[in-house]
């Protein structure tokens, strides 16, 4: 029945642009379009496992998306996609998974609201997830900025997140967010920060945690070519089964223009968290990628991510590097190409892994 539902949607969407130009409007300053990407990729090691198992994979991703507001203080847009995955060698593997969100926002100048609700359902792997782990995975959340004086801002928040595992052995996850901030203006481009982050963590296997944040940042361009953000400060877990750790916290996304067609971004974290397992974790992240612009209608990039897991009596290494490259040919459609290579150390020899991953797909919008 769930299935019946989503594809009756899709399927009225799809109708009623099929009867339409490319493009329709639905009403002022709204228009809906329809989506689809089209892709394969060769996946040397499907499973992330010791010993590896090769597939190709293609997959097939109609959808639509209606956007509003253009121009306006409330503006927002709704997505719907269905993906279809089919394993050359290894049919069972294959799935249909829905995603869906809904995201919006006011701004007039002096206050900003933001609120967002999504749904996705999940069949990837990555450094936690081994295996092709079904998941689902809903998330809502909002968040305000206001002026309270000239020179200060105060800024509030709030996010539930729910994890549903569809395996045995990985624990649901429900989590709650509450980061609220003080802004001051120290100079015309950059604001000073004081805040906190309350953190709920629940789970069905292992303990769960209460997070507290406190820190000290700051925002905006601190340079001609810099622009960013950071926060630095103090970061405590407390279990439920008993327990108190501390580590300093970190949470920071920088950019840097190398010429006005060339960006790197980088960024650094130092945060707790709790594997899909049910166990404790310190996550130290480290990471970086370079695009440029080599035309009007190329764009290349490329990235490495370096993340270090302790738990307690060893700590894990992951790294990962990704090349790609997008070809614009009109205005709805692109062609975008990519290989990502990705490594997990560990003292633990049975969890390691290498992998490669080759990808190619197109992209369109009307």
């Keep these: 029945m769930k299935n019946q539902v989503k594809f009756a949607l ?6 009623s642009g099929a009867w339409a130009a490319p493009f329709m409007a639905i009403g002022d300053g709204a228009e809906l379009f329809l989506t689809g990407t089209l892709g394969i990729r060769s996946d040397d090691n499907v499973y992330l496992a010791k010993k590896a198992e090769s597939d190709l994979i293609f997959e097939v991703v109609p959808g639509i998306g209606v956007t509003f507001g253009k121009n306006a203080q409330l503006k927002g847009n709704l997505s719907l996609a269905e993906t279809f995955s089919n394993y050359a060698d290894n049919s069972k593997l294959n799935t249909q998974l829905f995603s869906g969100s809904f995201n919006s926002g006011y701004d007039d100048g002096k206050l900003k609201l933001d609120f967002n609700i999504g749904y996705s359902e999940l069949n990837q792997n990555n450094a936690d997830f081994r295996d092709l782990t079904r998941r689902d995975l809903f998330d809502v959340g909002g968040k305000t900025e206001v002026e309270i004086s000239q020179l200060s801002k105060v800024g509030a928040g709030v996010a539930f997140n729910h994890t549903n595992y569809r395996r045995p052995g990985y624990a649901d996850v429900d989590s709650l967010e509450v980061p609220l901030n003080y802004y001051y203006r120290w100079t ?12 709920d963590y629940k789970v069905d296997i292992g303990s769960d945690s209460t997070d507290h944040f406190f820190s000290v940042g700051a925002r905006g361009e601190f340079s001609p070519k810099l622009t960013g953000r950071f926060a630095l400060g103090l970061n405590s877990r407390n279990l439920d089964r008993g327990g108190d750790e501390t580590l300093l916290g970190v949470e920071s996304s920088f950019t840097y223009e190398i010429s006005p067609k060339t960006r790197f971004n980088f960024s650094v974290s130092n945060d707790f968290g709790t594997s899909p397992q049910g166990q404790q974790q310190k996550n130290f992240t480290l990471g970086g990628t370079l695009s440029t612009d080599l035309s009007q209608e190329w764009t290349v990039s490329g990235g490495m991510n370096y993340r270090a897991i302790d738990y307690g009596r060893r700590t894990d290494d992951y790294f ?14 692109r062609i975008q190409g990519g290989y990502a290579y990705r490594s997990y150390a560990s003292d633990i020899s049975s969890i390691e892994f290498k992998n490669n991953v080759f990808s190619v797909a197109a992209n369109f919008s009307y």
């Design 10 to 15: 899709l399927s009225a969407a799809l109708a």
């Design 188 to 199: 015309e481009k950059t604001d000073i920060s004081l805040g906190y982050r309350y953190r």
């Design 320 to 333: 990962e590097l990704n090349l790609g490259a997008v070809y614009i040919i009109s205005a709805n459609m």
